[in-house]
């Protein structure tokens, strides 16, 4: 009888340290921790929200693409923000940020219109 409880908590005592053992592993050591389980959710996430943010991208520029291919208005206002276009009998002007010290460029030279 007294065997046997020396054997029970002999027993008891070996599972427990298995357990904490085991605990410890899936916490600290081996390949697959917990600490690198949370990791790569962050990371999971992480992409997710990249993903999200470059389909909405995506739609934009492809709503913008879909404009210029049925929207006269949109190309002209490319063709005049991008590239300077001006209707006959309009002016052009552009306003350019200066540096800190840099001197304003010198105007070109006007043409000679009668």
Do not use: C
Not at 40 to 48: A, D, H, N, P, T
């Amino acid at each position: 009888m007294m065997a046997e409880a020396a054997n029970r908590r002999i027993t008891r005592a070996i599972a427990f340290v298995a357990l904490v053992g085991a605990g410890y592993y899936w916490m600290v050591g081996g390949e697959y921790t917990r600490a690198g389980l949370a990791r790569l959710e962050q990371q999971i996430e992480s992409q997710r929200a990249e993903i999200t943010a470059r389909e909405v991208e995506l739609a934009s520029i492809q709503a913008w693409a879909d404009s210029l291919g049925s929207s006269p208005w949109a190309i002209e206002r490319v063709a005049r923000e991008r590239y300077g276009f001006v209707r006959p009998g309009e002016i052009l002007v552009r306003f350019v940020e200066l540096d800190d010290g840099e001197a304003p460029p010198s105007p070109p030279p006007r043409a000679n219109v009668p």
